[in-house]
């Protein structure tokens, strides 16, 4: 398979191999036993849920999950989310960087991505790890794959991604968990079953989970082996890592803790908020797939909660799949439970809106976050629980809900970088 196609993807990965060739001899130096955390969705999550069971035993790579962000992580080196000059400054330091620093953890915890073409199988071929929970596997981000499908390499984008995820059970050493309910990952493990870890572990969630009990105050996940409790929202999902994170304990001999009530997920993972009018705003905005989506969309169903609002926005980088996911979305929508439904976003317009025509409740279509945060400030009438998720800038929708201005902290995309460019766009 070739790296890359275009001159943009050329000079992505040149300078990738710069990094990557620094951060190897500090990799080299330091060698730990490496377990990588893939799919489309829920990485970060498991990634805090390993936190909490294995704490100072490991090095956990917040904020890094592509070629670049684990070069700088293993060198011990901040990303990049701004100037020229700090691209160029980087560079510089790299070198030294590699002969001078190791990290001292026996154990990596690396969250790996998969959103392009050779995302996740550089890593993979790379850091070669000794356990991969692969998670899930959907169509997001397929317009990285377009090229891919179009020339014949792959029939379907989801074939296209699910070979790119399947790069890391390739390179693993000793054994790869993945969700056993899951037909796409099954058919790629089974196909392949000869060349792969002898110890492959399919999770079942549908023997694993007994209960889900969830409100404001937090979650509860009654299952086969014991219960855990968070005080955050978590959506019935999330048994999935949990069963994921017993199978890495199991293989590593140590004890599971129940008690996840110290678990603290970064912004916009349904961060629970005070909101203007005495309303509470649910944050989801960090991103958006289907299948977050859903999820999300599940659990906020299940709170028992009254009046209860939703605002989305589009699902992007979907290339060929744009239309089929958003119906997809409106067919579900449409037999959910919820008072007010606000879309924002062209994508929603054409394709989701259609299919909500015939619902007895609300249903307004704005073109932008002003048209969103206008809406709200006028027909809010207080006590209202409000979820947001999606794209369009709904982050800074909730950041003009807020009761307190300080919560802003608690939002995603709060760097000068990130609020730079919402000001050039209008949103200040």
């Not at 990634?47 to 962000?69: D, M, R, T, V, W």
């Not at 620093?101 to 990596?108: A, P």
Request: with cysteine; aromatic share 8%.
């Amino acid at each position: 398979m070739r790296i890359a196609d275009t001159p943009k993807e050329r000079v992505y990965f040149l300078v990738a191999r710069y990094f990557q060739f620094w951060a190897h001899i500090a990799f080299r130096r330091w060698h730990p036993r490496v377990i990588a955390i893939t799919g489309s969705t829920g990485k970060t999550t498991m990634l805090h849920l390993l936190e909490i069971q294995l704490g100072p035993k490991a090095h956990f790579s917040h904020n890094a999950n592509s070629i670049y962000g684990v070069s700088f992580d293993i060198l011990g080196m901040h990303g990049i989310s701004g100037s020229r000059s700090q691209w160029l400054r980087q560079a510089a330091k790299a070198p030294f960087r590699a002969l001078r620093f190791t990290h001292s953890e026996r154990l990596y915890i690396v969250e790996v991505d998969g959103a392009r073409p050779r995302g996740a199988s550089m890593l993979a071929e790379w850091l070669r790890p000794d356990i991969t929970a692969w998670i899930s596997v959907e169509q997001s981000h397929a317009e990285f794959f377009d090229a891919q499908v179009e020339n014949g390499e792959f029939a379907t984008h989801l074939d296209a991604i699910v070979h790119e995820f399947m790069s890391l059970p390739r390179n693993t050493q000793r054994a790869v968990i993945y969700d056993g309910m899951r037909g796409a990952m099954n058919r790629a493990i089974k196909a392949e079953k000869e060349s792969l870890p002898s110890r492959l572990i399919g999770v079942d969630v549908s023997t694993y989970l007994h209960e889900f009990k969830i409100s404001l105050d937090g979650t509860e996940f009654v299952t086969t082996n014991g219960t855990y409790t968070f005080s955050c929202l978590m959506p019935r999902e999330i048994a999935t890592q949990l069963a994921m994170t017993e199978e890495v304990m199991k293989l590593l001999k140590l004890p599971i803790k129940y008690d996840m009530t110290q678990l603290t997920l970064p912004p916009g993972r349904s961060t629970v908020l005070r909101g203007i009018q005495d309303t509470t705003l649910i944050d989801g905005t960090y991103n958006a797939q289907l299948g977050s989506m859903l999820s999300s969309l599940n659990m906020f169903s299940e709170l028992d909660v009254r009046p209860r609002w939703i605002v989305l926005g589009d699902i992007i980088e979907l290339g060929d799949s744009e239309a089929a996911q958003h119906v997809s979305l409106g067919h579900h929508l449409a037999h959910m439970s919820f008072d007010r439904i606000i879309l924002v976003g062209r994508r929603l317009k054409a394709h989701t809106l259609p299919l909500l025509k015939d619902l007895p409740i609300p249903v307004a279509m704005c073109a932008n976050a002003h048209e969103v945060l206008e809406y709200l400030q006028a027909e809010i009438q207080g006590k209202e629980t409000i979820f947001f998720k999606g794209s369009q800038h709904l982050e800074w929708v909730v950041e003009n809900m807020l009761a307190d201005p300080a919560d802003v902290s608690r939002l995603p995309r709060q760097t000068p970088a990130d609020r730079a460019r919402r000001k050039k766009l209008g949103y200040s």
